[in-house]
């Protein structure tokens, strides 16, 4: 079994991550704060370069989650997300560690607005707007800059960001008499297209440390999403009509749950990431919403 460790498990969305992994691995957690849960952790400054060296020693691959979320503190955010990710490369190629997967953000192009087009992809031109973004930007340039250098197997995961919503289990399956109905459907309908499934989690991140021909590649990951370039002024302004289009009665099973279709100014391609990651969201909005007439139905 792989041994695999993983940076930032403290976080949000590195302890979804986690148990997801160690599912399919021997994973390992690491954080400056200590361990809360019952997984196999290690606790340290990514820093500090000994710290993760250590660490890094014995694995197979290393996925780097830990980062400094929206804030303008240049220097921490600097030290966080730029020098802590040379430290986290470094050890990787000291250590022998092959693979790195290191988890940026889709700020790293901009906002959304930001965009010269749409959807979103893994090529258009990099211009952040906030410092979150710069420094994640920096960090996938160090990605390249050791994979050319040093041979690393690289894959960069330009993250949509994760959010639990109450509903779905750990398995990926929902529970829906608990659900938070709105939550659910608002993440493919609003635009952002976070995951909220742990179990895409898994996936996604799976994928990406086996799959061979994904090292040098970058791929936005995020809930699946069919729309294209000629969709981009309908969602803005009637996003209904193009979400018929696409899911035939959803619009109305939206409205008979109270739920408004909001327009959507901007959405990412997911292109790139279904046909050479292997990666789709275990659900769409037809699927969410089949489920949810499955429910109804069975009360």
């Not at 802590?84 to 889709?106: E, I, M, P, W």
């Not at 965009?115 to 996938?140: R, S």
């Not at 936005?220 to 035939?248: F, N």
Request: aromatic share 8%.
């Amino acid at each position: 079994m792989k041994r695999i460790l993983v940076t930032g498990t403290e976080g949000e969305v590195g302890s979804a991550l986690l148990p997801q992994l160690a599912k399919r691995y021997d994973a390992t957690g690491f954080d400056i704060r200590p361990h809360t849960g019952s997984m196999k952790a290690l606790q340290g400054d990514l820093t500090k370069a000994a710290d993760i060296a250590a660490a890094a020693e014995g694995m197979d691959a290393i996925v780097h989650m830990a980062a400094l979320l929206c804030r303008n503190e240049a220097d921490r955010s600097i030290d966080l997300n730029v020098k802590a990710t040379a430290n986290v490369l470094q050890a990787a190629v000291d250590k022998g560690v092959r693979r790195v997967v290191y988890c940026s953000t889709v700020w790293a192009s901009g906002h959304g607005a930001t965009e010269p087009y749409l959807p979103i992809d893994e090529a258009v031109p990099c211009q952040p707007v906030c410092m979150y973004g710069q420094t994640k930007w920096l960090g996938e340039l160090m990605v390249d800059w050791y994979a050319r250098m040093h041979g690393l197997q690289a894959v960069i995961i330009r993250f949509c960001g994760y959010h639990h919503v109450k509903g779905y289990n750990t398995d990926g399956t929902i529970d829906w008499a608990n659900a938070d109905i709105p939550g659910l459907f608002g993440r493919y309908l609003n635009a952002g297209h976070k995951l909220m499934n742990p179990a895409d989690l898994g996936t996604a991140f799976g994928q990406a440390l086996e799959k061979p021909d994904a090292a040098g590649h970058r791929f936005i990951v995020g809930v699946s999403t069919p729309y294209v370039a000629s969709d981009a002024a309908g969602l803005k302004s009637v996003p209904g009509a193009i979400v018929e289009r696409y899911y035939p009665g959803v619009p109305a099973l939206l409205e008979s749950l109270g739920i408004a279709l909001p327009s959507m100014p901007y959405f990412f391609s997911h292109e790139k990431t279904r046909t050479q990651l292997g990666f789709r969201s275990q659900h769409d909005l037809g699927d969410l919403a089949r489920l949810c007439r499955q429910w109804q139905a069975s009360r």
